[in-house]
C-alpha cells in the first residue's frame, strides 16, 4: 500500500510484482510466514534520463524528476505499463512480521536483506552523536557516486523498544529524524 494521506492508502500489490527487484518470495533460512515490510521505490538517475529519451523520441511529455516519476508509475492501473518503467526498490523498516522478533533496527536490515529484499547498503551503527554527523557528511559525500537521488540521511535510534517509549507526533516519528542536506533545502517568501 502505499501512504496515501496517512491513513488510508492505495493497493500497489499487482503494481509491485512487476518490479524485478522485488522477489516473490521471502528466502533465507526460515523466512517468516507474514512479513508487513516497508520501502521506497525508485528509479535510478541514468534510467530517469533513458525513459525521458525514449518519451521524447515518441513524442510524449517528459517527466519532471525520478522520485514523482517512481510515486506516479506505482498508482498506474495498468500493471504492463509500470512494468515498462526501470523501477526499483530499497527496504528499511519492519511493520509486522510473524515468528520472528527484533531488538534493533540494526537487526531489521539484516534480516530484510538475508530475506532476500533490497536494502541501502550504506548504513551505520553510531556510538554518539559526533559519530552521527561525521556518517551524515560522509554519506553526502558519496552523494554523487549513487545511482539515485538522495536529499539526506535518515538517523533512527537503534533500540527498537525505544522506539515505543519515544512515540510519534501526527506527523512523524520520534525515534527517527531526517538530516537534510543543505543544497536541497530552500526558503519560500509568502505574501
Do not use: M
Request: proline share 5%; aromatic share 8%; charged share 30%.
Amino acid at each position: 500500500a502505499t501512504r496515501g494521506d496517512g491513513t488510508t492508502g492505495d493497493d500497489i500489490t499487482t503494481n509491485l510484482k512487476t518490479i524485478r527487484a522485488i522477489p516473490l518470495q521471502l528466502s533465507g533460512k526460515n523466512p517468516p510466514r507474514l512479513l508487513e515490510a516497508r520501502g521506497e521505490v525508485y528509479i535510478k538517475v541514468a534510467d530517469f534520463q533513458k525513459l525521458n529519451v525514449e518519451r521524447e523520441k515518441a513524442g510524449e511529455l517528459l517527466f519532471q524528476n525520478p522520485r514523482n516519476t517512481a510515486a506516479g508509475s506505482l498508482k498506474q492501473l495498468d500493471p504492463n505499463l509500470v512494468a515498462q518503467r526501470p523501477l526499483n526498490a530499497v527496504f528499511y523498516a519492519v511493520a509486522a512480521a510473524e515468528s520472528v522478533k527484533f531488538k534493533r533496527q540494526s537487526e531489521v536490515l539484516e534480516a530484510l536483506k538475508a530475506f532476500g529484499l533490497p536494502t541501502h547498503r550504506h548504513w551505520w551503527i553510531c556510538k554518539d552523536i559526533e559519530e552521527v554527523i561525521k556518517r551524515a557528511e560522509e554519506l553526502q559525500k558519496l552523494e554523487a557516486e549513487l545511482p539515485f537521488e538522495i536529499d539526506g540521511a535518515v538517523v533512527k535510534v537503534n533500540d527498537l523498544a525505544q522506539w515505543e517509549r519515544l512515540g510519534a507526533t501526527a506527523k512523524a516519528p520520534r525515534f527517527a529524524i531526517a538530516y537534510k542536506y543543505s543544497h536541497e533545502q530552500a526558503q519560500t517568501k509568502l505574501n
